[in-house]
């Protein structure tokens, strides 16, 4: 296998970035959950890294930008984008030739792309508003459920 045929696309909010101290802070403060950085140094080493977000781009990049993990992912691997659910099956689609991990703080996002596509690994990252408040999904279970992104790093390597 190719060196670092693996991709992980990140989630921005909640995943990555602390959309709660943003929100406490009236948009004042970035910041990310505190493993974040070292996770990210770990796992750049093991798989190419990229971002999957919904949102406005200009402030998604500023987020990246801000908080100094912009360099970690490669600009043909960031899709920022205003609903996931629009362009989820034309992005997914370039990674059909990697083994594709997707991490993200909603589960139903998580839902809709392993119903697209079976061979995408789903991890989902629980914490946020969202996972807390967001139901089971009937028949369908994450391939990995954690709480901070260093658990993505034995994911990923096994
Ligand atoms: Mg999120």
């Known amino acids: 296998m190719q060196l670092k045929?693996?991709?992980?696309?990140?989630d921005i909010d909640y995943t990555l970035f602390n959309t709660d101290i943003f929100k406490e802070t009236k948009l004042q403060k970035y910041s990310l959950y505190e493993e974040v950085k070292e996770a990210l140094n770990n796992l750049s080493k093991i798989a190419r890294l990229g971002i999957f977000s919904e949102g406005e781009?200009?402030?998604?990049?500023?987020?990246l930008?801000?908080?100094?993990?912009?360099?970690?992912?490669q600009n043909d691997l960031v899709h920022i984008m205003t609903r996931k659910d629009d362009e989820?099956?034309?992005?997914?689609?370039?990674?059909?030739?990697?083994?594709l991990f997707l991490v993200d703080d909603k589960i139903d996002i998580l839902y809709k792309t392993k119903k697209l596509f079976p061979s995408v690994f789903t991890v989902w990252i629980k914490r946020g508003k969202y996972a807390k408040s967001q139901k089971p999904i009937d028949g369908f279970e994450p391939d990995a459920i954690?709480?901070?992104?260093?658990?993505?790093?034995?994911?990923?390597s096994t």
């Open 65 to 73: 930008e801000s908080t100094n993990i912009a360099d970690y992912f």
């Open 57 to 63: 781009i200009r402030l998604q990049k500023t987020k």
């Open 88 to 99: 989820m099956e034309d992005i997914i689609t370039r990674y059909t030739d990697t083994a």
């Open 146 to 156: 954690i709480k901070t992104l260093q658990e993505v790093i034995p994911v990923v």
């Open 5 to 10: 045929n693996k991709v992980i696309l990140f």
